[in-house]
């Protein structure tokens, strides 16, 4: 029998995501499951159209991914903490599919199969990349939804500030605390940012930049340079 109150919290990060945040608050309502949504002083209403949404929580911290999850995460309640991004949403069913793959005591958290949100060829080329990049090498990104036992967070003192890549570290974390689960029910995620880079130059960024981290190449000088936005 699953256990009764709050199981999963869902912790989103956002900054300016007021045309956005509902997609992730709809989807994540649901029985057992609470929502936090942790505002970096958005300067278009997120927070308050979070609120009008009925998030269970909202609060504010310091700009910055893993200073935003951090914050969640210390505001948990769940035995499980699932880490959505604002401009993603999760397919009906995606609670019970967490829980039934963290039923068995080996796994210690796992992601969901990345889709994008915009129609061609070149996108589904892209998903099936992302596919073969987390299930053959392991290393799902944060916009798949990556979801962790509560206690390893408390284990690990929470997630360090790192200026990118937070989501990469946790992938590491939940490895090191047992078996990394790749669910084949979908995140939905936006493909807002390769229509403006250029959706080509955009996968060239990030396997630039995840080339670096894989070269323990200093944090702060990828996420400089990974930020500039590419000339038009």
Not at 46 to 63: D, G, H, M, N, Y
Not at 159 to 168: Q, R, S, Y
Not at 198 to 218: F, H, K, P, T
Request: net charge positive.
């Amino acid at each position: 029998m699953r256990p009764t109150g709050v199981v999963i919290s869902v912790v989103i990060p956002t900054l300016n995501e007021q045309t956005q945040i509902g997609r992730a608050l709809e989807c994540t309502r649901v029985p057992g499951v609470e929502r936090i949504v942790v505002d970096a002083n958005s300067s278009d209403g997120t927070s308050q159209t979070a609120r009008f949404l009925r998030a269970e929580k909202v609060i504010q911290a310091l700009p910055g991914r893993a200073h935003q999850m951090d914050a969640g995460y210390r505001e948990a309640t769940g035995e499980v903490v699932l880490f959505l991004h604002a401009d993603t949403r999760l397919e009906p069913g995606w609670s019970e599919a967490v829980l039934r793959a963290l039923d068995d005591a080996s796994v210690a958290g796992g992601a969901f199969e990345l889709r994008f949100d915009a129609a061609g060829i070149l996108y589904r080329w892209i998903e099936r990349g992302v596919s073969l990049r987390s299930r053959l090498g392991g290393l799902p990104y944060g916009d798949q939804a990556l979801f962790v036992r509560k206690r390893l967070l408390d284990r690990a003192g929470g997630i360090e500030p790192v200026p990118i890549f937070e989501d990469l570290d946790l992938v590491s974390l939940i490895k090191r605390g047992g078996r990394l689960a790749l669910l084949r029910e979908r995140a939905w995620t936006s493909a807002r940012r390769y229509a403006r880079n250029g959706l080509l130059r955009q996968v060239l960024r990030n396997n630039a930049a995840l080339a670096g981290y894989l070269l323990d190449v200093e944090r702060g000088r990828i996420a400089r340079w990974y930020r500039r936005r590419p000339a038009a």
